[in-house]
């Protein structure tokens, strides 16, 4: 099968996007596929990404990564999404691959981009399928990077989903969600093409309990964290990922334990760095790694004790997978996709969103229980076991094959 895949953004950016493209291009490989992927080009981020490179061309055996011309994505430079300038190169381009079908990462983003709905016009003209993946629930974040008055935002928000979302989505021969509660509110945004279908998955091998080791961070890091419970936090340092309701919630933290009972590893970088070191320092043990590579995040997973997300507007939450997978449980907010995954008392715990009192309690008590923490460890990585990226994508291709049957 030759495939087209149009995305928002690939390697050397680390994000739930650019981790399931990666995996969905290895076992497409193995496959035999054939695959043009479109996506933005970081080569202005250079002193960022050194490496951008090295993600496009001939990327891995039939895979071909086309980098198109970027600009800041919401204002802010190192959120990179495609100009509408680059359009003609990806026409062009897709006059030469010829593909059989098309699939769409983020069109909605894409759209912002390109100034049209991507692929689409194309993909009927020549009578082949195109195939949408909602990724990122973007009407929740209005809020995070567009502060305004309480009517105007709603009023915002109506008008992007009524001109942008409902739009652009329902184009497509259908849109693909693994949530089972994203699709439910797929359905009530009024996305009438919306399928449900377990297709993100983990490297079961790559990201495993037995990468733990003594002082694992003293000897990799530099960071002695002694007896400490080690709570890590993954991800971009945005607005978005509810760092200000963390900030909130850990000095009340504190207050119930002692300060020397915790570590905070914090994996990422983003516009709230600054603030987070100057709200944390003096309050709590915590070390700011900024941007780490990808072949890093096994380690510190399986060398932390409890992974914690305060973000509630995920669609999935890959980093639960990955925590699973390491033998950690899992600290979360009970909103969005992640109330798929985690199943309170057993694989990890969560709290009501906003409230920092039920969030200090939920947490203290796997702080404090070392055993409990350890049992919902082992009892994760076996809840993960079904989720394997080899079965994640061969169901993708099954979609697919659907489609292109119904068109030919």
């Not at 509408?84 to 062009?92: E, M, P």
């Not at 009407?139 to 305004?148: A, K, Q, T």
């Not at 919306?194 to 091998?205: R, T």
Request: glycine share 6%.
């Amino acid at each position: 099968m030759k495939i087209a895949i149009l995305a928002s953004g690939f390697l050397p950016v680390v994000d739930g996007v650019t981790v399931t493209l990666l995996h969905r291009l290895r076992r497409l490989s193995e496959l035999g596929h054939q695959v043009l992927l479109f996506c933005p080009s970081y080569k202005t981020l250079e002193s960022i990404y050194p490496n951008w490179a090295d993600y496009t061309g001939n990327f891995l055996p039939g895979i071909e990564v086309v980098s198109l011309a970027s600009t800041p994505f919401m204002g802010i430079e190192f959120e990179r999404n495609v100009s509408s300038k680059s359009y003609t190169q990806v026409l062009q381009e897709l006059d030469r691959f010829q593909p059989d079908i098309i699939h769409v990462d983020e069109p909605d983003r894409l759209f912002l981009g390109f100034d049209k709905v991507p692929a689409i016009a194309y993909a009927k003209s020549r009578q082949i399928p195109c195939i949408s993946f909602y990724h990122t629930n973007f009407l929740e974040y209005l809020d995070d990077f567009l502060p305004l008055p309480a009517p105007l935002q709603n009023l915002v928000r109506w008008l992007c989903k009524q001109f942008i979302t409902k739009r652009v989505f329902n184009t497509y021969n259908a849109t693909l969600t693994s949530s089972k509660t994203t699709y439910d509110k797929l359905l009530k945004i009024g996305i009438k093409n919306a399928v449900y279908e377990e297709l993100l998955g983990v490297d079961l091998a790559t990201f495993n309990p037995n990468l733990r080791q003594e002082q694992f961070f003293e000897q990799h890091y530099g960071i002695t964290t002694g007896d400490r419970t080690t709570l890590i936090f993954l991800g971009r340092l945005t607005p978005d990922k509810g760092w200000k309701f963390t900030l909130k919630a850990i000095p009340e933290l504190v207050q119930k334990l002692d300060s020397n009972r915790i570590s905070l590893i914090i994996a990422g970088d983003g516009e709230l760095r600054s603030a987070i070191d100057q709200a944390l320092t003096g309050v709590v043990d915590f070390h700011l790694l900024g941007r780490v590579s990808p072949e890093q995040i096994p380690a510190l997973m399986a060398n932390s004790d409890i992974h914690v997300t305060t973000s509630q507007k995920e669609t999935k939450g890959l980093t639960l997978f990955e925590a699973f997978a390491s033998g950690i449980p899992v600290m979360a907010p009970a909103a969005g996709g992640v109330l798929d995954s985690i199943q309170p008392g057993w694989n990890g715990l969560l709290y009501q969103p906003g409230n920092a009192a039920d969030f200090v309690t939920q947490l203290q008590r796997l702080i404090e229980d070392k055993p409990l923490r350890q049992q919902m460890g082992r009892q994760a990585r076996d809840w993960v076991q079904p989720y394997d990226w080899h079965q994640a994508v061969d169901r993708l291709v099954q979609i697919w094959d659907s489609h292109l049957s119904t068109t030919a």
